[in-house]
């Protein structure tokens, strides 16, 4: 079966501090990807990244970075230096089927950076 | 602006009712999703649509139907209306074809819609 946990249902920071938010996944396909969308409170949904399951590589862009490790079937997110534009539900994503079908969200992770 | 059009953005309609969401895919995108986001089950995948076929189905309830017009855009039909339909329905397209022969293709691989808020009262 496929499925996406997003243990953290709410984190607090304060501006500035690190975050991760978790998220693991299972699938059987030995091709798949994995995607992170941030939700702001205005409610659409934003893309972050998309990882596919043949690249273990961890991705830096600007404060964002993800870690994807096979091993324990994890894709994590960090963002660094929190600011309270930060703020929004953030879903991690499987994408079923392989390549081809539609997403498995988990529940989101409800972040909230207070200045 | 996404590329992916959907109408209207807010709706609100009495309990029994019938509605319409419109969602115009971005161009040379083929397949058409749609999603339910509501506060209890999350964000759910309902159906896929892959040039005018149906391609997947999820959790769609028997009272929702949807189609994708030969101008490729598609619709999502909800009737008899129950207060747990109110939710936030949005639409994705992608050049994927859900059968493998064609895969996701630029960086995002889905684009989604900025989405329906549908309010039953």
Redesign the interface.
């Known amino acids: 079966a496929q499925k996406v946990t997003q243990a953290q249902t709410e984190i607090s920071v304060v501006e500035k501090e690190d975050v991760t938010l978790d998220c693991v996944y299972e699938t059987r396909d030995t091709t798949y990807?994995l995607?992170w969308?941030k939700q702001p409170p205005s409610?659409?949904?934003v893309?972050l990244i998309?990882r596919n399951s043949f690249d273990e590589q961890n991705e830096i862009s600007g404060r964002y970075s993800w870690n994807f490790q096979k091993s324990t079937s994890s894709f994590n997110f960090t963002i660094t230096a929190s600011q309270v534009v930060d703020s929004a539900v953030y879903?991690c994503?499987l994408?079923?089927?392989?390549?081809?079908?539609?997403?498995?969200?988990?529940?989101?992770t409800k972040l909230s950076v207070k200045p | 602006d996404s590329g992916v059009t959907q109408t209207p953005k807010h709706l609100i309609t009495a309990t029994g009712q019938r509605v319409t969401l419109r969602c115009s895919p971005r161009s040379g995108d083929l397949s058409v999703y749609w999603y339910q986001q509501s506060l209890d089950q999350g964000l759910q995948f309902l159906i896929q649509y892959y040039n005018g076929e149906e391609r997947a189905k999820g959790n769609i309830l028997e009272r929702f139907s949807a189609q994708q017009f030969p101008d490729l855009h598609s619709e999502l039909n909800l009737s008899s209306l129950e207060l747990g339909d109110s939710a936030l329905y949005f639409c994705a397209s992608s050049v994927a074809d859900g059968q493998g022969a064609r895969e996701l293709g630029d960086v995002a691989g889905y684009t989604f819609g900025s989405g329906t808020r549908l309010t039953v009262v």
Do not use: D
């Not at chain 1, 994408?95 to 989101?108: C, D, P, T």
């Open positions: 990807y995607f969308y409610g659409e949904l893309f998309r879903f994503a994408n079923y089927g392989g390549s081809q079908g539609n997403l498995i969200f988990g529940k989101g």
